[in-house]
């Protein structure tokens, strides 16, 4: 199969990848976390990284998001060897993450989350005075894109439903106007109406070209059902490639826990 | 089948709209979070006012402000400590010491008050700052690094002192701090520009509002805020008048609350003290450099309380082994502590604002002032404000519990 040469990535023909990750090697110490792990992130598709504890998802998408380094493989961002070596570098490549505790402070107004570390500032008295006006503009702008209208922006988060948290987290990483979104476990905590809402925001966010990259343990419902397609890793590489729309839960886990070695239909 | 699934998730949508009118339990939770130590202060002035016919006298209430003032101050500065979820023990042995090096500046050194002042303060900050520093890098926690700090400062302060263990600060100038007062005429005119002050944020806050097409409504943004601020600051200016003007001590007070009101609430420092306290890993993911928002706000905490030392020194006329209320903080410190959170900060973080200072040295100042109008005995003094501390938390608790709301 041509799409054994080329483990991680799409068969489709869409032109250059937003990511293409290719062979990455990383170890921590002893521990040899990725060994050649590669994967591919186009404009409007939305990838789930599945895989057992320990397969090395995680690490994957923390060197995607330049928490971690890597030590050998390829990293290109448009088709450019990227030069990460730190979450902002990655922020600037347009890379932003969904961590899955959702980084919010529940003390603060959605406004406030939204631009915290970011905030539009002009001169003041003591110290940098908020822009409230312009950031609150700013914030309802990216939230009726987002058909979040109705979510409160001035109420603290921490009074706010897992769901309703979770879609601020999304709009947050979607301010600025990303290529990709990295979200960790996004359906985890919530139910599932809950979780259907935020795989329908998901999938509106693809449809205006972004590229999403999800890691997720809710293989059977919002994994096949959500994604566009599904790579498994097993100890610290590529073990099988699916399109969602042509597999079953039972195959995905199947392929996690290492009984369909070797298999890609996604090709 | 299909469709009943694919409609679910549109209707679940629309079932969960803002609410658009909050329930007073949410609003008690967060609006009107000062609301219980409020009624609480009203309560005591109700019942002090009938125990005894003088405490509502001008005299005796701007005699209670006076009393406020120390403890308002030291309150203030532990704010911005607590808010990032730290706890600064050292702060009344800072007063102290800070006191008494200025003092010696003054009386062994001929320095001018001035100078001394502004050494005092800088030390101050200084000093909060190196504890934040220590915490930060060795990793050990600010209640253990304040509380040696503060037993090591309270030595530092015995061995500046002179034998006679006391500087006396009669005519050097700092006494005049306390014995100053604003009358007439120009007290009038230090309320008119607070409240300038004070509409003009307001009114810029409004118009950039409007500016920007966002909604405002006219009556609570900015009719409502300054119409309550003039009664309750003008009442305040015609009850010290009556007595003898704006106390200098008083006045220090109220810029300090106002400049860390406008800190917190509009500044992006402000911001990031409530960020860094209730999710610091998420502060710092954002960018934000919480070791230097902590040392800051101890910083802060330390040039405040120095400031609240040389009012307590320009009040009793000197310094000495009582000041910063002696070995150990004595009830200094807890009534600084307590006074902070009787106004409503919270201890784990991210939670109060200006007015708890206010709030809760005035609900202290209260106390003191009224039970010795009643001629109570200090022990007595001390059980009903230890008592009242326990109430404080255990309402914000109550609240909590009663509306599931926790309370921000």
Known sequence: MSVSNNPGGSSQKRGVPLISMRNIQKSFGSVHALRGASVDV?????????????????TLVKVMAGVHGFDSGDYEIDGVP????????????????????????NNLDAVQNLFLGREMTGSGWFGRRIKRAECEVRAREVMTRMRLGNLSLTRPVGAMSGGQRQNIAIARSILWTPKVVILDEPTAALSHSAA???????RSLADEGLGIVIVSHDIHHFVVNSTDRIEVMRLGANAASFRSKDVTGEQVVNAMVGGNEGVNLAG | MANAITNAAPASMKAAPAAKRRSFGELLATDLRALPVVVGLVALWIFFAIQSDVFLSPRNLSNLL?????????????????????????????????AVLMAKFIVDFGLSPWAAVAIAI???????????????????????????????????????LPPTARYGLMGSGIEEIAQTNIEGAASWVVWAIGLALFGMLALTNATRRKNAGLSVNFMSELVMPIVVGAILSGGTVLILNAHQGIPLMVLIFA??????GYVL?????????????????????????????????????????AIAGILAASRTLGVGVFSGGGVGGGTLLLESIAATVIGGVSLFGGRGSVHAALLGALVIGTVQNG???????????????????????SIDKLIEKATGQQVF
């Open chain 1, 42 to 58: 186009h404009a409007g598709e939305i990838v789930a990284l599945v895989g057992d504890n320990g397969a090395g998802k995680s």
């Open chain 1, 196 to 202: 259907e809402q935020v795989s329908s925001l998901i």
């Open chain 2, 122 to 160: 800088a030390a101050g900050a200084i000093i909060g700052s190196l504890s934040a520093r220590w915490m930060t890098y060795v990793g050990v926690p600010s209640f253990v690094v304040t509380l040696g700090l503060g037993l090591a400062l309270n030595g530092a302060q015995l061995l500046i």
């Open chain 2, 371 to 393: 039970l010795n109008l009643m001629g109570v005995e200090n022990e007595i003094r001390l059980i009903v404000t230890g008592l009242l501390l326990v109430l404080a938390v």
């Open chain 2, 66 to 98: 006076l009393q406020s003032v120390v403890v308002g101050i030291m309150s203030l500065g532990l704010l911005f400590v607590l808010l990032v979820k730290e706890i600064d023990l050292s702060v009344a042995a800072i007063n102290g010491v800070t």
């Open chain 2, 265 to 305: 609430k509009e500044t992006q420092f402000g911001l990031y003290l409530y960020a860094v306290g209730n999710n610091d890993e998420a502060a710092r993911r954002a960018g934000i450099k919480v070791g230097t928002i902590k040392m800051l706000a101890f910083a802060i905490a330390g040039g405040v309380a």
């Open chain 2, 255 to 260: 810029v300090m609350l106002g400049v860390a």
């Open chain 1, 82 to 105: 990227a030069k990460i070596n730190n979450p902002s570098d990655a922020t600037a490549y347009g890379i932003q993450t969904v961590y899955q505790d959702l980084s919010l402070c």
